[in-house]
């Protein structure tokens, strides 16, 4: 069990190191890293105290496991939901043969229409698996559906995928074509 601390941090962390560093005076390195003790004092400065000690029980306790630090411990950023530009450096890779996307119903036509496009974010997600794609899908409000994806078809005609940190699928974008309703 996750306690609600960690939650309730893990989502200010996530809008500072994805979306708005800028909200508590931060800038992100290309890569999306920022120093941790310019980010612990960031934090304090809007009435945040977190300590080292806090910080890290977010890190590790976080359900999906969304922060990393670098290998000194010195720099932290998000493994990946950025909208903010920043190139995560994942090394391409060959996908399994078939991913997951978890969506809702009422999108189905326009996703019919266009594939799966990226919004806001830098890259669309695809989940390793129907249980984790379904969670997805079910954080929207609406009836839940998850896509099959042709991830072999897909990358078998150039498309570049990279799996992050924490396990989550990236692709630029995913033609109708290569889509599937489980
Ligand atoms: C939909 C969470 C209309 C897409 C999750 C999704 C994930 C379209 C929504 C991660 C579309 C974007 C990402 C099109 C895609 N027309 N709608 N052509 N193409 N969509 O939140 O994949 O908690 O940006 O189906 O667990 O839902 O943030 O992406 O419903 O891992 O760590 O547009 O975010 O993780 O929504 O979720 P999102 P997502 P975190």
Redesign the pocket.
Known sequence: HVSSDVVRVGKRL?YVL?HRPDSVGLTLDEAGWVDVDALLAALAAYGLLLTRAGLDRVVAGDD?G?FAYDGTGRRIRAS??HSVPVALGYAAEPPPAVLF????ER?LP??E?????????HA????PDVG?AR???A??RGRAVV?RVDAAGLAATGAVFTRSANG?WLVDAVPPPFLTVL
Do not use: Y
Not at 101 to 104: A, K, P
Not at 113 to 121: H, N, V, Y
Not at 124 to 127: A, E, I, K, N, T
């Open positions: 996530s994805r999906k969304r990946q939901g996307h978890g969506t809702v999108v326009a996703i229409a266009e594939g799966l496009q990226p919004g806001r974010r669309v997600h695809l989940s984790t969670r997805v899908g954080r929207r896509l989550v």
